[in-house]
């Protein structure tokens, strides 16, 4: 059963950085690409970023140039290293993977972007 947790979320100023981690396990994690998605009070969820297995990246026009996604196979944890952070970021961010027509979900971690 693949298991995803996230942490690393927490509240900054806008300007700041913010690195979330995504740890999983419980299926062969260097195999597949990874996503990570956010979701806004009242908006739906919208895919932020993703990483292939080959390290190919894709980022949503709204976070390009200050959100880079990156992967360590050897941890079992995919990244996403956040800068210039805006008000509009604000949104619990979760990591997922797809597998055999399935998504899977961690338990989502908070970033709050306010003075």
């Known amino acids: 059963q693949a298991q995803l947790v996230e942490s690393g979320g927490g509240s900054v100023q806008p300007g700041g950085s913010l690195t979330l981690s995504c740890a999983a396990s419980?299926?062969?994690?260097?195999?597949?690409?990874m996503n990570w998605y956010r979701q806004a009070p009242r908006k739906e969820r919208e895919l932020v970023a993703t990483?292939?297995?080959?390290?190919?990246?894709y980022y949503t026009s709204s976070v390009e140039g200050r959100f880079t996604i990156s992967r360590d196979n050897a941890k079992n944890t995919v990244y996403l290293q956040m800068n210039s952070l805006k008000p509009e970021d604000t949104a619990v961010y979760y990591c997922?993977?797809?597998?055999?027509?399935?998504?899977?979900w961690g338990q989502g971690t908070q970033v709050s972007v306010s003075s």
């Open positions: 997922n993977v797809k597998r055999f027509q399935r998504d899977y």
């Open positions: 419980g299926f062969a994690f260097n195999v597949y690409a």
């Open positions: 990483i292939t297995n080959g390290g190919n990246t």
